[in-house]
């Protein structure tokens, strides 16, 4: 994913777990909140991906993340620009086909209303 399209910032991943909305599903989380007036320069939404020590070993938890961000990938032209959002993978991410992923994916996006 291109650096433009990425969250890496401490205090952004901060005012998200803080302010940001979750929408919860059995393979994902999404926390979602709307960009700083400051980081509106670009016309983009940006995007984290997470998997805590619960998901599994490193290899389980690279395999999660690759996932998500490939679910994310086809969609970033749909996504309603000036969002951070964080997806952050279940435990039982790292063994779900990525169609499946990518649903959860979408599912979430459009109860955020993040989806054009």
Request: no cysteine; aromatic share 0%.
């Given at each position: 994913m291109a650096r433009r399209y990425r969250l890496y910032?401490?205090?952004d991943f901060a005012r998200l777990?803080?302010?940001g909305r979750r929408f919860v599903h059995?393979?994902?989380v999404?926390?979602?909140c709307p960009q700083d007036t400051a980081d509106r320069l670009s016309p983009n939404s940006r995007f984290a991906f997470s998997a805590s020590?619960?998901?599994g070993n490193a290899v389980c938890r690279n395999r999660a993340k690759r996932l998500m961000r490939e679910a994310v990938r086809p969609h970033l032209a749909q996504i309603q620009p000036h969002w951070d959002c964080l997806f952050v993978a279940r435990p039982n991410t790292p063994q779900a086909h990525l169609t499946d992923i990518e649903a959860a994916v979408?599912?979430?996006l459009k109860?955020?209303?993040l989806l054009h």
């Open positions: 910032r401490k205090s777990r803080h302010n059995p393979l994902v999404l926390i979602a020590k619960r998901v979408v599912q979430l109860r955020a209303q």
